[in-house]
């Protein structure tokens, strides 16, 4: 098998260029994407940034569903950027999802709605603490985290037990152990909830760029191997 085309899905505060797009490129050239997610904190120049989002929506929705309004607008924007990467990625074919923290929570709802079906390596996702945020129930607004778990369960369940177990060895969760950031309990909670495997890295910080991108050997590109060959490692 060639090289896998990569779509990398960066992090808050971070975009094309970045460390681990860096990295990616390095090691995989022009089989990898990164599209500009425009997504920030308080940055109100990033278009679905978090802030500029929470103003937009501050006269137009009620005041105890802005927040809940403003993290799922950030949410879609980011995702609806990404589209035409996982769309093109589906259609090539051989091609796996690497997410980092907001992009894994990208990667999550991308799972959630069945938008991306393929190989995909979750780094420090924070579905789990931006999705709190978020109202979910018959009349919510987005799914709340473990209703996001629920939907990718149900998804990967599809087609029976073997079909199921295929597609939970494509996709992974990475976290550290020393992540104060994103709670690895979130991650714990996401892989009970969809069976997917949970990878703890013991110290590992929320950026992990030490344990994965580092020695001769790099951590990072023997989980995109093992997600690429099903589990196969």
Known sequence: MGSPFVVFLHGLESGPGGSKHRWLMEHYGEDVVCSDMQISLLNTQKANGLLRQFLANAFCTLPWNLVSWSVQRSLDGCLETAMEDLEFAHQRGG?????????GAVATLALARGVWEGPAVLLAPAYGRI??????????????????????????????????ARRRRQLLIVHGSGDDTVPIADSRAMAVATGIELREIEGADHRLNA????????????LINQVINGGIS
């Open 211 to 222: 344990a994965l991108l580092q020695d001769e050997e790099p951590l990072l590109k023997t």
């Open 131 to 164: 999705g709190r945020y978020i109202r979910g129930g018959p009349n919510g607004i987005g799914l709340a985290p473990e209703e996001a778990y629920a939907a990718i369960a149900s998804r990967l369940a599809e087609g029976g037990p073997e079909a199921a």
């Open 95 to 103: 091609s796996v999802v690497v997410a980092s923290s907001w992009g």
